[in-house]
C-alpha cells in the first residue's frame, strides 16, 4: 500500500543495546524527517533528509544515527540506548518541489520503551 | 522560551459549542504556519494552513496576528469527533526548508 510505514511499532529494549527504527515511504518524497515526541513536549526533529545520501542534524540528534542510501528508507539507529530515549518516534515526508512549509505527512509512529 | 506555546487544556467542550485557542510563536521571522490535529496515540495530520488573511475550512476558522505573534483556531458546532490534540506548528524559512517548529499541543474534549 503507498503510504508511510514504521517498524516495529513497538519496541522494549534495555539501556545499551543499540535498536533501529526503520521507515519506508512509496511517494517519491525527497524530504524524510524523524521526531520524537514526548509529553509536555511538541514534537523534536533528531534529523532530516534532503536526498539520498544527504542527512542533516535536527534540534535532538545526540545518540542518534540516520542513514539514506535509498530515496524510500530512511532508518534511525540508537547506537547504545539510554532511558531518556524512551518516547514515540514518527518519521514524516514531504512532498518535492514545495519544500518551505510543505505538509509532512507522518508515519504511524514507534513506541519505544528503553528499561 | 520554546519557539512555541500552547496552552495544553483540555477544554471541555458542549457538543455544538465552540471552542477556541491560541498559540504564540517567538521568532518574529516565522513565515508559514498550520495546525495540526493528532488523535489519541496516532500520527499528526495537517488540518489547515494559515493564511495571513485570515482562512476558513468548514466549521473550522484559523487567524493570524503577526503583530503579537500569534495564531488562532476556533471550531464552530463542535461534534465529538473533533476531540483531539490540536498541534499549533510554524515554519522558519530563512532557517532551512522544511522544518517545522511543533508546538506541544492543546487538548479538546468535546462531551455529549
Known amino acids: 500500500d503507498a503510504g508511510i510505514t514504521q517498524s516495529p511499532r513497538y519496541k522494549i529494549t534495555e539501556t545499551g543495546r543499540q535498536v533501529t527504527l526503520m521507515c519506508h515511504q512509496t511517494?517519491?518524497?525527497?524530504?524524510m524527517f524523524w521526531y520524537r515526541q514526548d509529553l509536555g513536549h511538541g514534537l523534536r526533529l533528531i534529523y532530516y533528509s534532503a536526498a539520498a545520501d544527504i542527512t542533516d542534524k535536527g534540534e535532538v540528534p545526540d545518540g542518534y544515527v540516520v542513514s539514506r542510501s535509498k530515496t524510500e528508507n530512511f532508518p534511525l539507529t540508537l547506537e547504545s540506548a539510554t532511558r531518556s530515549q524512551t518516547s514515540v518516534y514518527f518519521c514524516a515526508s514531504s512532498e518535492p518541489g514545495q519544500p518551505t512549509g510543505a505538509e509532512q505527512f507522518f508515519g504511524p509512529g514507534t513506541r519505544l520503551t528503553v528499561l | 522560551r520554546k519557539e512555541v506555546e500552547q496552552d495544553p487544556g483540555p477544554f471541555n467542550v458542549p457538543e455544538g459549542a465552540t471552542v477556541a485557542f491560541n498559540c504564540t510563536y517567538s521568532?518574529?521571522?516565522?513565515?508559514?504556519f498550520f495546525w495540526y490535529r493528532q488523535d489519541c496515540r496516532k500520527e499528526p495530520k495537517l488540518l489547515m494552513s494559515v493564511y495571513s488573511s485570515g482562512n476558513e475550512d468548514g466549521r473550522f476558522t484559523a487567524q493570524l496576528n503577526r503583530a503579537s505573534q500569534y495564531i488562532s483556531l476556533l471550531i464552530r458546532d463542535s461534534k465529538l469527533s473533533d476531540s483531539a490534540t490540536y498541534l499549533c506548528v510554524v515554519n522558519l524559512i530563512t532557517d532551512s526548508w522544511g522544518k517545522l517548529q511543533f508546538g506541544a499541543g492543546t487538548q479538546v474534549v468535546v462531551t455529549p
Open positions: 521568532n518574529s521571522a516565522s513565515q508559514s
Open positions: 511517494w517519491s518524497h525527497s524530504y
